[in-house]
């Protein structure tokens, strides 16, 4: 009998147990990173509805999306992004809106990147496409290096004396 606790054994007895079946049940990630399109909108979404925003359907693939915000009596609900795959949704779901009792608090076309106005005019949803905004564009990996060592010469410069070593504010020696 070994003097190993019974927790480490355990930990082992997992961690066999893992490379035995490695590559059998081997994690699968299907998260894809949001494409620039999908940023520029949570973006927006986040400048028009305010910080707190919730995803209600994923925004891969959708055409356009739509920021909606329930009306209650009391308390501020939070705002939901929703996206869908065309004009026409959009107009079917800002009529769906207005007789559900909430707030549609903007409209944005993900492909050209415009902000969407709308009004309805004789039953008819009519959007007005608004200014363009500009896409964020990735960094190449060099330029993202760059920046962060420039940031770190300026951090050591500007660091107090103390925060350099340990000695200046622990127990003496």
């Excluded at 107009?91 to 076309?109: D, P, S």
């Excluded at 350099?164 to 504010?169: E, L, Q, T, V, Y």
């Amino acid at each position: 009998m070994s003097d190993e606790p019974e927790y480490l054994k355990a930990i082992r007895r997992t961690q066999e147990q893992q490379k035995q079946s490695g590559a059998k049940s081997a994690p699968v990630s299907n998260a894809k990173a949001p494409s620039p399109a999908e940023r520029e909108t949570m973006r927006w979404a986040k400048e028009v509805g305010g910080k707190e925003i919730r995803v209600v359907n994923q925004l891969a693939n959708m055409k356009v999306a739509i920021l909606v915000q329930p009306i209650t009596p009391f308390g501020k609900p939070p705002v939901s992004l929703e996206g869908l795959a065309s004009r026409e949704a959009l107009a079917e779901r800002i009529k769906a809106a207005q007789g559900a009792g909430e707030n549609v608090v903007g409209a944005y076309e993900m492909t050209t990147g415009r902000p969407l106005t709308f009004e309805i005019q004789d039953g008819k949803v009519v959007f007005t496409a608004g200014q363009a905004r500009q896409l964020m564009k990735a960094q190449s990996p060099e330029k993202m290096i760059r920046a962060a060592t420039k940031q770190a010469e300026i951090l050591a410069k500007t660091r107090k004396v103390d925060d350099r070593d340990n000695r200046g504010g622990g127990r003496g020696r």
